[in-house]
């Protein structure tokens, strides 16, 4: 079923092209604010009616036509006649930070740039900073994002490449007696260019591989099936295997080279595992004198040496989190009732339910100003009184404003059980001020949590640059936890500094940030890339117990 947020982006999309095409301006000015209107829509518009929709604000009843018709079809027509009339290469230049639509609008119509590859010989010849409007500081940042989209292009979010290897194996399943995912998921890679499968079928039977999936012969070969997944970009890839070889072939998938490159007494892991066939994966590891390491951490880091020291079950786990503190309710921008996404965080088996709505600055967000704060902890104080022994903790996620204040006086700030500290604004620093901004909230003694420390988002926004180090060792000197924002769009803290928090004594908390009930289990990405890096359950803050989380907070508070 089609989202609220989904439906809002076509309005959004139409009225950037009306005005890109100087079509319907007074329609086009609409389309931005109705958009923003049904995205804050508390109740799902694919399920109402048409009376209930035209209560909508914005939606009038030719809108309404529209809005039934994307519901219905998942775009519109009206849309599709647009992006008819629109180059392809012109739509691509959406995705460029940095430029609206009357950007390009300027860049299409009065320089004759309809593609990126042009967009991008333009910058580099200078003749974007040249124009009226744009600059050497535009051409950069320009510059800067045609970087980044090249980088990243075809690829998709772990949750995205999940749903396709889902329905893919769902498929092959149908066809083949043993098969399983390898590669890139196996490992919980961030992001995902591949989706790899084995098979110990006969290579034989690979013409029964026919729609949804579409062979492409020209990289295919006789043991390995190459193609696409219905009309999805990202490639597939099938091996067929000897059932001999099939766990040697899988273990071999499922690790970076640099992995393989260990060596112990002369010998790398590479040639070792080559060179003998087990039938278990645990043997080829012990045989090479270790432990088994998951798939997740075989990156050719300190995995070997971790091992050493540890058990794979002192990793942090699904199973092992005692609850949830980076969340959202109706109050700010969430889309359940605090109540609501309390009791679904009891019903996970969690002991608490921290909340952690947006703080007054983040208007966007509706923030919640002071009065609002102390209307929500009485609530919290009610669900408390009949929801013990689950505990719903009054958290805040504070903006970290532009000199790297937190969001209330200090009177509010002390009503809280803790503060999760986040930038959402002003997010176009350099790395001094940026790592500034951060250490000047860390020190502040009302500060419990860093949130989504860079501002990342994966595969449509870099992060700013900070010195990691620096901010790392303010969290050790002022016992601030870092968390790993484990929406699938974030996944921030990179889970490559885990082991400097983890050396420093830095605890991590997963959060989910959750804005929907659904949302908690976000945090399953979160510990995916935790275990990543050797996140320990004794380092994970959301792993401690109810009484353990409330004895750090005491200890904590001002």
């Known amino acids: 079923m089609i989202s609220n947020s989904e439906i809002s982006s076509i309005i959004e999309l139409s009225g950037k092209l009306m005005t890109l095409l100087d079509l319907d301006e007074n329609r086009a000015k609409s389309y931005g604010g109705i958009a923003f209107n049904l995205d804050r829509t508390e109740e799902d518009l694919a399920k109402m009616d048409d009376a209930e929709l035209l209560k909508v604000r914005g939606i009038g009843k030719s809108l309404l036509v529209t809005i039934k018709e994307i519901i219905a079809h998942g775009t519109s027509a009206e849309l599709d006649d647009l992006i008819a009339q629109t ?87 149908g066809i083949f007696e043993k098969v399983e995912s390898i590669g890139a ?97 645990e043997e080829y590891y012990e045989g090479f004198g270790s432990k088994l390491i998951v798939p997740e951490m075989r990156e050719g880091l300190t995995e070997f040496e971790w091992i050493k020291s540890h058990s794979n079950d002192d990793l942090i786990s699904w199973d092992s989190l005692k609850g949830s503190l980076h969340n959202h309710s109706k109050y700010s921008d969430g889309k359940n009732t605090l109540e609501e996404m309390a009791e679904a965080c009891q019903a996970l088996g969690m002991e608490y339910f921290g ?10 967000a509706n923030g919640l100003p002071a009065g609002r704060v102390m209307q929500q902890q009485q609530e919290i104080d009610e669900l408390n009184a ?49 790592t500034s901004r951060l250490v000047t909230a860390i020190e502040n003694p009302y500060t419990t949590i860093l949130g989504h420390p860079t501002g990342r988002l994966l595969l449509s926004r870099k992060g700013y640059p900070i010195d990691y180090k620096k901010v790392i060792d303010a969290c050790a000197a002022n016992r601030v936890i870092m968390e790993i924002n484990a929406s699938p769009y974030r996944l921030d803290l990179d889970w490559r500094w885990i082991p400097y928090c983890l050396e420093k004594g830095v605890m991590l908390s997963i959060n989910p940030d959750a804005h929907k009930i659904e949302g908690f289990l976000d945090m399953h990405y979160g510990v995916a890339v935790a275990r990543k890096a050797g996140l320990t359950k004794d380092m994970t803050f959301n792993a401690m117990s109810l009484e353990k989380i409330q004895e750090y907070l005491k200890m904590k508070k001002v």
């Open 87 to 173: 180059p392809e290469g012109v739509l691509d230049m959406f995705k460029v930070k940095g430029l609206g639509v009357k950007k390009i609008k300027q860049l299409w119509q009065e320089l004759g740039i309809d593609n990126l590859n042009d967009l991008q010989i333009a910058c580099e010849s200078g003749k974007i900073a040249e124009t009226k409007g744009f600059g050497e500081k535009t051409q950069i940042k320009i510059l800067e994002s045609l970087q980044f989209i090249k980088q990243h292009s075809g690829k998709l979010k772990m949750n995205q490449a999940e749903e396709v290897s889902e329905a893919v194996l769902g498929f092959l399943k």
């Open 185 to 281: 998921l196996p490992r919980k890679l961030e992001t995902i260019d591949k989706i790899s499968f084995i098979t110990t079928a006969s290579f034989t039977v690979k013409s029964k591989l026919a729609a949804p999936l579409q062979e492409d012969m020209t990289i295919s070969s006789p043991f390995v099936w190459r193609g696409y997944f219905e009309n999805n970009q990202i490639p597939i890839e099938i091996r067929f295997v000897e059932k001999e070889n099939y766990t040697q072939s899988k273990l071999l998938a499922n690790a970076s080279r640099a992995h393989f490159n260990y060596s112990n007494e002369g010998q790398t892991f590479f040639h070792y595992v080559k060179s003998n066939i087990f039938e278990a994966t």
């Open 355 to 364: 909340i952690a709505d947006h703080s007054q600055t983040a208007t966007y």
């Open 386 to 434: 009949k929801m013990t022994p689950f505990r719903i903790l009054k958290g805040i996620e504070s903006d970290i404003l532009g000199d790297g204040g937190l969001d209330y006086e200090n009177d509010t700030l002390a009503t809280f059980d803790y503060v999760v500290a986040s930038v959402h604004a002003n997010l176009d620093m350099d790395i001094d001020k940026a």
